[in-house]
Nanobody, 120 residues
Framework: QVQLVESGGGLVRPGGSLRLSCAAS????????MGWYRQAPGKQRESVAV???????NYADSVKGRFTISRNNAENTVDLQMHSLHPEHTAVYYC??????????????WGQGTQVTVSS
């Protein structure tokens, strides 16, 4: 009933940029926090950036100054602009959101993930 669909992943050279997008759809009443997580091979999933419905942001120390999270509340979307990418940024990036469905409780939802590969 609620889906998060990511797009924008791919292969990029070191030093390059990439923009990820995530769109939430379904019987949505309200969306609170939205964010991006990533999981590199052999590592645990970790938070990259979070943005509240009011626009406050929080970033992992490793991406501060390189990544920017933004959202469009009217369109239920969240983006992640990534600059100065390094090979260590290679991971599957997941969209994550706290959503209240019509006549339902708040729940956390995940997207299916989009692969980002930084390689020359």
């Amino acid at each position: 009933q609620v889906q998060l669909v990511e797009s924008g992943g791919g292969l990029v050279r070191p030093g390059g940029s990439l923009r990820l997008s995530c769109a939430a759809s379904g019987s949505i009443f309200r969306i609170y926090d939205m964010g991006w997580y990533r999981q590199a091979p052999g590592k645990q999933r970790e938070s990259v950036a979070v943005i509240t419905s009011g626009g406050s942001t929080n970033y992992a120390d490793s991406v501060k100054g390189r990544f920017t999270i933004s959202r469009n509340n009217a369109e239920n979307t969240v983006d992640l602009q990534m600059h100065s990418l390094h090979p260590e940024h290679t991971a599957v990036y997941y969209c994550h959101a706290a959503i209240v469905r019509q006549y339902g409780p708040q729940e956390w939802y995940w997207g299916q993930g989009t692969q980002v590969t930084v390689s020359s």
